[in-house]
């Protein structure tokens, strides 16, 4: 299959597609029973199963985004982005010792009213609102990643194939309920288990004779791709060990204990031990995951060292820079570049010398220069200043590679992945909205039926925002960083009020409130003047909040007065 600007799907490809999101729509739905009452649309009458509820966690988590932004982030630079994840197993067991029971037993809809039991309106006030701010911004996020394979898929309008995916989403989650959002969950990560192996073994059926996957792997390793630890003290490096071990304990920490959309799966499940055990099975579960998902980027890589890749994968792009000077030079060189690669590759694994290895790195060094020269000519067009095309990587190979019919189930891996997550977060706003906002302050006397109403005009309202940032959010890059980059941003703080509320019994009202305000000063003045790597944003925030408490707390006596100031 040679793209040649639009792919057409095969009838069979659309079936799979239509088939698959059909069941998953009225599948869910179907299981949404006991959705008259505020309690069983927002937390499932607190009646769902663990393995349901720890699917659900590790769903909302792993989004299109995932397949779409890992992907392309291994293809690019290799298995470092685990590094990422090293703090999860710890920060679980962590939160299932301190948060879970809290916030269970506090029999709380949302993480941000049991700040208003122990501080006050304002600080729970003050944290909804940065949360619907930090989610309603991610969840446009999650909806531009499928956007992007869609729109390279069908050839449609990028505004066009937002809608098209985020309005059956908000129509689903309106009808069902946090138990449609839940059984999707379930759903959707049966399919993207299938997909994920399907296509690794399609990978690996087309290495020419003799290429094991062995000798993939070695290709790999000679060019750095799967190094997974970095151990070095480099502050302004991403992926580094200690920056995961330490900022992503952090970052972990503030997503699965202070963020709503995680949060509130948990709140659903039939006990305390098995809120605890749902939390503990994704902390165990998601880095073999996502190693295999990396894996799988790092696999189409070695692929395209035997396949000629496009200089660019964007073909949108590509289209638009021909018309450039000099970039039909630069095409060729390329394939005369992508040539040299295929035989060097082949010489390496046969003699496997410094030599040979040597020539084969000489070789990729230089198509990726090429590559990077080509990339430059649509960075100084007009309207693609950030534009970087890692996002394309793994639609442009599905569409490009993959048999007819298993085009239309990664489409609809993809597709039910984003439709999935998208449906969480929204639950998870619409929850926020009406606890913390419409009942608390304005309309605290309604009946049921007002609320679920009004819930589901919330759902959708923040649905059609979510959608007009996705438009946008598909030009800023590797949209797994941009996600992550945007979190931490906000995280940081809201965990540093949530441990003043948990484990002290210093902080007051006043000393939280003003601590979370310090500690996103702190991280935007973090972010703006230096170039620390987001991932310590979350220490910073978390840093800051305790101590700018600790000192407002001190000048106003709360030590002096005794341990109870600022208790229940």
């Not at 988590?61 to 982030?73: D, E, R, W």
């Not at 995961?244 to 039939?270: I, K």
């Not at 430059?376 to 950030?386: F, G, L, M, R, T």
């Not at 310590?536 to 109870?564: D, H, Q, R």
Request: with cysteine; net charge neutral; proline share 3%.
């Amino acid at each position: 299959m040679v793209f040649q600007g639009l792919y057409l799907m095969h009838i069979i490809d659309w079936l799979v597609v239509g088939g698959y999101l059909t069941y998953v729509v009225w599948g869910s739905v179907r299981k949404s029973d006991a959705t008259d009452t505020i309690k069983g649309y927002f937390l499932a009458n607190r009646s769902l199963p663990w393995w349901a509820v720890g699917i659900s966690v590790m769903a909302t988590q792993m989004s299109a985004i995932t397949l779409v932004g890992t992907t392309g982030q291994a293809f690019d630079d290799g298995m470092r982005f685990i590094q990422f994840y090293l703090g999860l197993p710890l920060a679980m067991v962590i939160l299932c010792l301190t948060v879970v029971p809290f916030f269970y037993r506090a029999k709380v809809y949302t993480a941000y009213e049991y700040l208003e039991n122990r501080f006050d309106s304002r600080t729970r006030t003050l944290a909804s609102m940065l949360f619907l701010v930090s989610r309603g911004l991610s969840c446009g996020i999650i909806i531009a990643a499928p956007a992007v394979i869609l729109s390279v898929v069908l050839g449609w309008d990028l505004s066009l194939t937002v809608l098209v995916i985020g309005v059956p989403t908000v129509i689903y989650t309106m009808l069902g309920g946090i138990q449609a959002v839940t059984w999707a969950d379930v759903k959707q990560m049966i399919i993207i288990l299938i997909g994920i192996t399907a296509v690794i073994m399609v990978i690996v059926s087309q290495f020419p004779p003799g290429v094991s996957i062995s000798g993939a792997m070695r290709l790999a390793a000679a060019s750095g791709r799967l190094t997974t630890l970095d151990f070095s003290f480099d502050f302004e490096s991403t992926y580094t060990f200690w920056s995961g071990l330490l900022g992503g304990t952090f970052l972990m920490l503030s997503y699965f204990g202070c963020d709503q959309s995680q949060v509130q799966r948990y709140l659903t499940a039939r006990s305390l031990s098995e809120s605890r055990i749902s939390l503990l099975m994704s902390a165990f579960l998601k880095i073999p995951l996502q190693f295999v998902i990396l894996l799988l980027g790092v696999l189409v890589f070695v692929f395209y060292n035997f396949s000629a890749p496009p200089i660019l994968f964007n073909q949108a792009q590509f289209e638009e820079a021909k018309t450039q000077p000099r970039f039909g030079q630069l095409v060729l060189a390329h394939k005369k570049a992508s040539e040299n690669v295929q035989y060097t590759s082949q010489q390496f694994l046969l003699e496997e010398s410094e030599i040979s290895k040597d020539a084969y790195l000489s070789a990729l060094r230089e198509r990726q220069e090429i590559r990077s020269r080509a990339i430059q000519i649509v960075q100084v067009s007009e309207d693609a200043s950030s534009f970087s095309d890692v996002n394309y990587v793994f639609p442009f190979f599905v569409v490009n590679n993959l048999p007819i019919g298993m085009v239309g189930l990664i489409v609809a891996a993809i597709f039910a992945a984003a439709m999935s997550s998208v449906s969480s977060e929204l639950n998870a706003l619409s929850t926020t909205t009406v606890m913390d906002f419409y009942r608390r302050l304005f309309r605290p006397d309604e009946e049921e039926k007002h609320y679920l109403l009004f819930s589901k005009v919330v759902t959708g309202i923040w649905g059609l925002a979510a959608c007009a940032v996705a438009v946008y959010a598909s030009q800023l890059g590797s949209l797994i960083e941009v996600v992550n980059r945007l979190g931490s941003f906000f995280y940081g703080s809201l965990l540093g009020v949530f441990i003043l509320a948990i484990g002290t019994r210093w902080a007051t009202p006043l000393s939280a409130s003003i601590g979370l305000i310090g500690g996103m000063i702190a991280v935007a003045g973090v972010s703006l003047l230096t170039e620390i790597s987001f991932l310590w944003y979350n220490l910073v925030g978390v840093s800051a909040v305790i101590l700018v408490a600790f000192l407002i707390s001190w000048w106003e006596g709360a030590f002096k007065a005794g341990p109870g100031v600022g208790c229940d």
